[in-house]
């Protein structure tokens, strides 16, 4: 089925950094959605845009939906070691109640 | 707001027997719920779309009579695995939409078939 582009597929970077990783489409999505997924356990929210342009932050995440509503960027400032995990992007194509598109994820490893 | 359960958490089953999963929106109601497979340092991959009231939406290749969905309330999904064999073997992963465009994953079911 359609997927999306993430990268990178991994990263190793030291407490403190800045990390910043995107996820690209072929398609057009009305919502992208970023979620953060530990070991074991499902994936946990934690940014929603829905408007091509619209910059969003939650705390040290900020993430903005591309203008050309294909692409979206996630950037985490000042990484710590609880940052450790495996982040997604999902996008929806239409409207709500429809399936997420994910990215194969990008694994953030965080070194104290 | 917005929690979504699972259960079990996990579950050892043997070859030929069937498992069900129960996934439970805890805050709100649902209409739609999700359900997903994952395998290890995979992404998640759609099995069926849950639809109160009605039938399942199967994904291609997934074989509606393996995997039985039932959504009977507002509240409450259920995935069926049937006759299970080591290959069903995986981390299932539900979710449901609170509102328009956010959905809420539950805390995912690992099951092991032996």
């Known amino acids: 089925g359609q997927q999306l582009n993430q990268s990178p597929q991994s990263m190793f970077i030291q407490e403190g950094e800045d990390v910043s990783m995107n996820c690209t489409s072929s398609?057009?999505?009305?919502?992208w959605l970023w979620y953060k997924q530990d070991p074991g356990e499902g994936p946990v929210l934690l940014i929603a845009?829905?408007?091509?342009?619209e910059l969003t932050s939650n705390g040290r995440l900020t993430a903005q939906f591309g203008i050309t509503r294909k692409d979206s960027f996630l950037n985490i400032s000042a990484s710590i070691p609880s940052d450790v995990g495996i982040y997604f992007c999902?996008?929806?194509?239409?409207?709500?109640?429809?399936?997420?598109?994910f990215g194969k994820g990008t694994r953030l490893s965080v070194i104290a | 707001g917005a929690v979504v359960s699972q259960h079990p958490s996990r579950v050892i089953c043997k070859s030929g027997t069937s498992v069900k999963i129960e996934c439970r929106s805890l805050?709100?109601?649902?209409?739609?719920m999700f359900w997903y497979r994952q395998f290890p340092k995979q992404s998640l991959m759609l099995m069926a779309t849950?639809?109160?009231?009605?039938?399942?939406?199967?994904e291609q290749g997934v074989e509606k009579d393996k995997f039985l969905i039932n959504h009977a309330s507002l509240t409450l999904s259920t995935l069926t695995v049937t006759s299970a064999h080591p290959e069903d073997s995986s981390f299932y992963i539900c979710?449901?939409?609170?509102?328009?465009?956010?959905?809420?994953f539950g805390p995912g079911t690992r099951l092991t078939v032996t």
């Open positions: 845009l829905y408007k091509a342009g």
């Open positions: 849950s639809n109160e009231g009605s039938k399942a939406t199967y």
């Open positions: 979710s449901a939409e609170q509102r328009a465009y956010e959905q809420y």
């Open positions: 999902a996008g929806q194509l239409d409207s709500g109640n429809t399936p997420l598109v």
């Open positions: 805050d709100f109601q649902a209409t739609t």
């Open positions: 398609s057009i999505f009305n919502t």
